[in-house]
């Protein structure tokens, strides 16, 4: 049995390996299942190029990755390959939560809704028959948007699950565009060493993927994913994309110190953003000493009530103290900020922009709400998705929750960036970590904006 595994080239600012499917194909290779990966971002190809590998590899079946922002590039492929007569999956954040649209559009045999590892063996196993393993659906058991949708099945023992399939994806390939603008050295390894987010924020589409059920992996088995990117791919930096990677401030503590007894010796970031409120001056002093030397907070907005709005669950002060920490450490700390949350208005979009240039954050990005599938407020506003309004996706936007404008908005976020970046000591410090094709991408989109 021979799987193909695509990701495909939709419009990206980062450019960042597809973990999802390296795990799928790591699993399903612990199986005696052999997987090709193709990653059209990666490898810049269309999808007339993507099919014509596909079909030289002759596969019993292709499995797709879809987030909604590749929805279109994913229905195109899909269609090509059904045109071809080949069994086609596609998995994925979108699919689980739009799963009677994303068939129909794509005339997929199936789609697999959650965590895809136990439901795509499974798939496999019984030659594409679905003989009514949970979370996986074609139009032949889903009738309509409205039927209640199970999951699959989640792996409690993320240690279970081989780290992903780098061989295939080729990590030293990933260079150029990294997740966050600033690194030291290249190449870059991306790690996740845990699933799921404990929080419940409305805005996020992860409580609703996850059901808020957070599993670790063993640091033991984290260190050797590292030490196996740092000896056998000559990666020389790593980023790791957990949700809140010192959520366990224990496991956290004893994963840092690891590195530091394995002799990691790499610079290091926590690119997806930490919670302030696990922030504390312990852990930040052992981020240092490991090799962290940049960790990105989710900030949202700088307005008690709006926290409350979304259900942050944690203050301006947990906020500003964690910020205050990685500067006395000197670690750069970045924020990220939502505009058009519920209850925001032009004074709170303004408190927000003060509290950016006052702090001593680093990197700050201001990016618009988008509703997403899965979120709570996608629920609450009973939000429909359009396929053919995706390429503004966090720049322009999609639905105005309060007393403002579209224009008012945009306004809001042009002035954010240009008067915390254009302000010679944030000029001064990202100097020596910013590269040529990071910047490129962001002023890329600066312009866009403005």
Not at 228 to 248: A, W
Not at 362 to 389: C, H, V
Request: with cysteine.
């Amino acid at each position: 049995m021979k799987i193909v595994l695509i990701r495909t080239n939709a419009p990206a600012l980062q450019l960042v390996p597809p973990l999802g499917i390296g795990y799928i194909s790591a699993y399903l290779n612990k199986n005696s299942v052999e997987t090709v990966i193709i990653d059209g971002l990666r490898d810049n190809i269309d999808n007339k190029t993507i099919l014509s590998i596909v079909l030289k590899e002759k596969p019993d079946a292709v499995g797709i990755t879809c987030l909604t922002a590749a929805y279109n590039e994913v229905i195109e492929m899909a269609n090509l390959i059904k045109d071809n007569n080949i069994k086609c999956i596609i998995g994925g954040v979108h699919p689980t939560f739009v799963p009677f649209q994303t068939l129909k559009d794509s005339n997929a045999d199936f789609i697999i809704c959650g965590e895809g590892e136990k439901s795509f063996l499974q798939l496999v196993r019984s030659n594409f028959i679905n003989t009514g393993i949970k979370g996986v659906y074609s139009l032949e058991n889903l009738k309509d948007e409205k039927q209640k949708i199970d999951f699959s099945d989640p792996i409690e023992n993320l240690d279970e699950v081989p780290i992903p399939d780098w061989e295939k994806l080729m990590p030293y390939k990933y260079e150029g565009r990294p997740a966050g603008l600033i690194y030291k050295r290249t190449p870059i390894g991306y790690v996740m060493t845990s699933r799921g987010c404990a929080s419940n924020c409305t805005f996020c589409a992860s409580p609703g993927f996850y059901k808020r059920n957070v599993r670790f992996r063993s640091v033991e088995n984290v260190i050797d994913e590292i030490l196996q990117l740092k000896n056998i791919y000559g990666i020389k930096e790593i980023k790791f994309i957990d949700d809140n990677l010192v959520l366990d401030k224990k496991r956290a503590m004893r994963l840092f110190d690891l590195m530091i007894e394995n002799k990691i010796d790499m610079p290091w970031g926590c690119t997806s953003g930490l919670r302030a409120n696990n922030v504390d001056e312990e852990i930040v002093a052992k981020m240092k000493e490991a090799g962290c030397y940049n960790f990105n907070i989710g900030i949202e907005s700088a307005n008690p009530e709006i926290l409350l709005n979304i259900n942050k669950q944690e203050t301006i002060e947990h906020i500003t103290n964690a910020i205050n920490l990685a500067d006395k450490y000197k670690i750069v700390c970045g924020g990220f900020f939502v505009f058009d949350l519920p209850g925001e208005t032009k004074e709170t979009m303004a408190e927000s922009i003060k509290y950016a240039k006052k702090s001593k954050l680093t990197l700050a990005t201001f990016n618009i709400l988008d509703i997403l599938p899965g979120s709570k407020l996608w629920d609450d506003l009973n939000y429909k998705f359009d396929r053919n309004d995706l390429e503004y996706s966090y720049s322009e936007p999609r639905c105005v929750l309060g007393n403002l404008t579209k224009k008012d908005i945009v306004k809001a976020q042009k002035k954010a960036f240009i008067s915390f970046y254009l302000r010679p000591k944030i000029i001064f410090k990202l100097l020596k970590f910013v590269k040529k094709e990071p910047v490129k991408y962001f002023f890329k989109r600066i312009l866009k904006i403005v």
